[in-house]
């Protein structure tokens, strides 16, 4: 009657047996009760990657952001100056380049009125050749220096680009260590980026109950604050101790569904056993 109400619920016959089973296993056993925190299993430290001051902060602690979104944009006047004379540098290899092309069309243009004249071989048509060649030389150097310069300003248009920092994921800012005006460095902490769609319960296992709990265990968890309750499996069990506690950290994963359930809420669970 049991199995027929769960189908009747829409349940698969797999999960329906999973569930049976669970639940029998509860009966004829007893509970290892422990207490965790709902943690982010995507929880991101955002800083900078160049030194430069803060100019605007466009999220604070408890708002919401997108990947992509920007978090804050930062100042500086050694990157600006940078720029400058990237900008400034293709800008004149580039008045070189035109130089040049304009200096070898007089050139070939004196040479074809010679060839007109019949003149070509004489003194004239050599010393142009020769001047040819040297712009020639020239305008292919000046090639070069305008694809460094290209290079060099996209360059700087990426570093000026990390002046703009981005949020990698979606989630919630729950620390902001800076303000406006702020001078950061690498590595650095400006803000915690913490994603709410990938939840688990981290607990603390004491050494001698530590046989009871296996990676892949059905455990039931409770959260009191948002009368949330839920069969949750084991994901892992970190296979080192506190020395001062003597206990492990055990992960557990958990569908919270469309529940507002947050870092850091109280947990209790129920770790099901046979002695």
């Known amino acids: ?3 027929d109400f769960l189908k009747h619920k829409g349940f698969s016959l797999k999960r329906i047996i999973f569930l049976l089973s669970f ?3 509860t009966l004829f056993s007893n509970n290892l009760l422990v207490t965790g925190t709902v943690v982010s299993d995507n929880q991101k430290m955002i800083g900078a990657r160049y030194m430069g001051y803060v100019k605007e902060i466009r999220f604070n602690i408890g708002d919401k952001v997108q990947r992509n979104d920007v978090l804050f944009t930062m100042e500086s006047a050694e990157f600006d100056i940078m720029q400058s004379q990237a900008d400034l540098a293709l800008e004149q290899a580039e008045l070189m380049i035109e130089l040049y092309r304009s200096r070898l069309d007089t050139i070939r243009h004196e040479q074809k009125s010679l060839k007109r004249r019949k ?3 004489g003194t004239e048509w050599n010393e142009l050749e020769s001047i040819a060649q040297n712009v020639q030389a020239g305008l292919s150097a000046t090639r070069a220096m305008v694809k460094n310069a290209t290079e060099k300003v996209k360059q700087m248009a990426t570093i000026m680009d990390y002046l703009e920092i ?3 994921n979606a989630g919630i800012i729950v620390q902001k260590q800076i303000r406006v005006g702020d001078l950061i460095v690498p590595g650095m902490l400006a803000m915690v980026l913490v994603d709410l769609d990938h939840l688990e319960v981290e607990a603390q296992v ?4 530590l046989s009871k709990v296996q990676k892949g265990k059905a455990v039931k968890i409770d959260i009191p604050s948002m009368k949330f309750r839920t069969t949750a499996i084991v994901k892992s069990v970190v296979p080192s101790a506190n020395p001062m506690t003597h ?3 055990v992960r557990i994963a958990f569908d919270k569904g469309k529940r507002k359930i947050f870092p850091g809420m109280y947990v209790k669970i129920a770790v099901p056993y046979t002695e």
């Open 166 to 168: 981005k949020a990698p």
């Open 247 to 249: 206990t492990f950290t």
């Open 206 to 209: 004491s050494e001698v109950d």
């Open 23 to 25: 639940f029998i296993s």
């Open 1 to 3: 009657m049991i199995i």
């Open 119 to 121: 003149l070509k071989g």
